[in-house]
């Protein structure tokens, strides 16, 4: 029950959102509130049901209150009134916004007006522990805390654009993807229209030839703008996603990429950058095929790809973007066997991944993202060889790859990644010096590689690949310690990998890699 007549019906909605914000933050408000109103759903998502209801053409009417209350003891008719009839509440959060009491007001009495409506947080400045409000942290009617998910407008997250589409996603209801994906799509109509209507006027003037020319490159450009988005959920989103382990979510990114080339009339026609950008999303559709456990999907998606990227290749076999797009796609054809212990079948993969990685170093020997991709395909080969217990000439590769690795960090110090791969390539060379009975040096090894792997999950303690280097250290480890006769640290190293693993498994059930580690985990040691 509502007091002081606030409401005249149960689910009164006047309103889409109430926005609430502390006036030092006037301006950035006045400027989303204007950009809220005036966007226009994309019409093809206009009507389509939502958990929001259906889908509306514009997100119009947006409350904002315009008074300043320092006199004031408690929020005004009008505020109140505007809550009341609000169908969500959207929250400018920043330092400002955690002093200001109104904005504590606001976010309480929507809350307990509308338990059941989502309240969104848009971060405008600062860190969220000195940004988000104190009433936005308060637990709900069973004691939970919720930390809410916030559009982050900051330059090094979302950014603006992102951002805006995300709070468009909160208040209809509607996936983001497909709000970026149909965004996308109005934006190239938009163009097309302006080319067609550029053409009808190259007819009127005879003109017709330069003004063809003029279509074809505003057609280019808006290709290069489509393919913009893709770059971006090929590198920037797919690697957020993926510290968070959500392979739910990277296969609708992956889906939605791979269906505007679908929409292409003609592939051939397409330039080679294209079709090189097809490739990589080949790649990755394979790479989360081979993580849910679909290994025949995932080949074929590898296969398609190698055809494209070796044709590439073949036309410019000096091209280092060529030879790269190459060498990924022999990798992921090597990697395919390699995961079902088809060892024999994926060396020869991994040794022409190696040889074009030397192709590129020799082309460009201070470029060190293809030192590393030498390191890489040195420490495929080094696992085969571990795997398949070869002669030292073939395991000293696992030597090779630590050199060229550790090579790669002092290019690029301070990057996560790299120690990452060193860390991995430590793990490597401490196998292969098992399997030269080598146990107290290969401990050494594991140690370097567990010190690294905590040094990174301290400074990024959420970070899903991180926590999973963590889990198979532990559990490399404790077979190492075992094989030394340290019976009761063995044990219970692997206790704590069992645990880490399930923690992994709980995050992203479709995860297969996670399911296969827990059962191996479950097996006596060696």
């Not at 808006?222 to 990277?250: N, P, S």
């Not at 075992?482 to 992203?508: F, I, N, Y």
Request: glycine share 6%.
């Amino acid at each position: 029950m509502v007091n002081e007549g606030i409401v005249t019906a149960a689910d009164a909605r006047s309103y889409r959102a109430f926005l609430s914000y502390s006036h030092t933050d006037e301006r950035f408000a006045r400027r989303l509130h204007r950009w809220l109103e005036a966007y226009r759903i994309p019409p093809r998502l206009v009507g389509t049901a939502s958990p929001r209801g259906p889908v509306p053409k514009r997100l119009t009417p947006i409350f904002r209150d315009r008074a300043e209350l320092p006199a004031a003891t408690s929020l005004d008719r009008e505020v109140r009134l505007a809550l009341s009839q609000s169908a969500a509440l959207l929250v400018l959060c920043s330092p400002a916004a955690r002093k200001s009491r109104w904005v504590d007001a606001e976010i309480e009495l929507f809350r307990g007006l509308h338990p059941d409506r989502p309240i969104i947080a848009a971060l405008v400045d600062g860190e969220p522990e000195e940004s988000f409000p104190r009433a936005l942290l308060q637990p709900d009617a069973n004691g939970v805390v919720h930390e809410p998910i916030a559009a982050d407008f900051r330059g090094d997250s979302d950014g603006p654009k992102l951002a805006r589409l995300k709070i468009v996603a909160g208040l209809t209801g509607v996936a983001l993807d497909q709000i970026i994906q149909r965004d996308a799509q109005r934006q190239l109509r938009r163009v097309i229209a302006i080319t067609l209507l550029t053409v009808l006027l190259t007819l009127s003037m005879a003109l017709m030839l330069i003004f063809a020319v003029r279509a074809q490159m505003e057609a280019q450009r808006q290709r290069q703008q489509a393919e913009g988005l893709i770059e971006f959920m090929l590198t920037d989103l797919r690697q957020k996603l993926e510290g968070v382990g959500r392979l739910d979510v990277l296969q609708t990114v992956n889906q939605r990429a791979l269906a505007y080339y679908a929409d292409q009339p003609n592939l051939t026609d397409l330039p080679a950058d294209s079709l090189d950008r097809r490739a990589r999303i080949l790649h990755a559709m394979g790479e989360d095929d081979q993580k849910r456990g679909d290994s025949a999907g995932a080949l074929a998606k590898f296969r398609e790809a190698h055809r494209v990227t070796g044709a590439l290749l073949d036309a410019d076999p000096r091209d280092p973007t060529r030879v790269f797009a190459h060498a990924q796609s022999e990798y992921w054809l090597g990697y395919a066997d390699y995961i079902v212990f088809k060892y024999d079948a994926s060396l020869p993969h991994f040794r022409a991944y190696r040889d074009l990685a030397l192709r590129l170093v020799e082309l460009r020997p201070d470029n060190r993202t293809y030192v590393r991709e030498l390191g890489y395909a040195q420490g495929n080969i080094c696992s085969v060889a571990v795997s398949r217990k070869g002669p030292k000439d073939v395991l000293a590769e696992c030597g090779r790859a630590l050199q060229t690795m550790e090579k790669v960090g002092r290019m690029a110090p301070g990057d996560a990644s790299v120690q990452e791969d060193i860390a991995n390539r430590h793990g490597w060379l401490a196998d292969a010096l098992r399997a030269e009975g080598r146990d107290r040096e290969a401990l050494e090894e594991r140690r370097k590689q567990a010190a690294i792997v905590e040094s990174l999950l301290h400074d990024d303690p959420k970070n899903a690949s991180y926590l999973e280097d963590w889990m198979l250290v532990r559990y490399s480890t404790s077979q190492v310690l075992h094989a030394l006769g340290e019976q009761h640290e063995a044990e219970a190293m692997r206790a704590e990998a069992r645990r880490d693993v399930d923690r992994l498994s709980a995050s992203d059930p479709a995860n297969n890699d996670w399911r296969i580690w827990r059962r191996k985990f479950e097996k006596p040691f060696d």
